[in-house]
């Protein structure tokens, strides 16, 4: 498939290798060495698809371009619009064309939650009463340099949008609205923490996400009728572990498996290629969980008083 690669940061640098020797061309407005300035200068017949790893301001207009065009996109999330109606034209644009409009959440192709899902999805644990997810990494002072980046929510786009990527991976849909239990500005002009949860939803959930981790972390706690899930870490920071617990009943030391692993990040190949074949066939993407997290970050956001898309 050949592909474009439309923003040269540190995410469009990491699709290029990734995609390979797919890459046709390269766009950036400002990095030096690259094909294009723009994306409408690459000629149309030169690609077939294209990766957007762009700020968040322009993407809806590059998507419209490129979906209107016949092209497969794949964009880094956050997918954002302050009009949600936005999003819901722009999935029926896709549908129209008969391309493929899908948001990176890599995070899903991470062997751990993968097996959490499988193991969700058999009933291991039985009913499920709450899940905790934790995300933390020490990118502040990197976020607060930024042109770009500290401003608006901050840290809720960028973390919490994968983290309720996560929830609807797991569990669906969840019921109400996300509600804001803590945010901060510890050290930056936007927001560098937040706690957020969703106390009407089965199962109860509740996210926490921040720039100020002394050390990358990142922890699932899932707690069921029969059993406990826990993941330590993902591949990127490794190792990383998947804990399965079996309770006891009355009580007692419940059974345990701890599966360990020790590799590279295998989730960025092995989204690419659920992209590709997502775009063989022509089948849908996932605008439709976008339309979801764009609405939660956008009722955090009145919550807040402050707008999303700053």
Known sequence: MRTVVVGLGIQGRKRRAV???????????TV????HRDVRDVPLDRYDAALVCTPDAPKID??????????????????????????QRLAALAAERH????????????????RVKQLLDEGRIGRVYQASLFYGNGTARDVRNSAWRDQGLGVIPDLASHLLDLCLFFFGEPA???????????????YDYFLIGFPQASPTLK????????????????????????????????????IVRGRVLPSGKPAEEVHTLEQPDPTWALEYAH?????????????????WINDALLGLGQTLGVEVLA
């Open 176 to 190: 109400g609205q996300p509600q804001v239990w803590m945010a901060e500005r510890y050290e930056n002009r936007a």
């Open 32 to 35: 030096d060495g690259v094909d």
């Open 275 to 291: 992209f590709t074949r997502l775009c063989g066939d022509a089948r849908q993407g996932n605008l439709h969980n976008d339309i």
């Open 207 to 242: 996210l926490e996400g921040t720039l100020l981790s002394w050390r990358n972390d990142f922890r699932l706690d899932i707690v069921g009728e029969s059993g406990m899930l826990q993941v330590r870490s993902l591949c990127k920071w490794g190792p990383t572990s998947l």
């Open 19 to 29: 995609a390979g020797s797919d890459i046709v061309a390269v766009v950036d407005s």
């Open 99 to 114: 391309v493929v409009c899908y948001t990176a959440y890599n995070h899903r192709f991470e062997p751990h939650l993968a």
């Open 62 to 87: 590059i998507l419209t371009y490129l979906v209107s065009r016949g092209k497969h996109v794949l964009v880094e999330k956050p997918l954002l619009a302050a009009d949600p109606s936005t999003l």
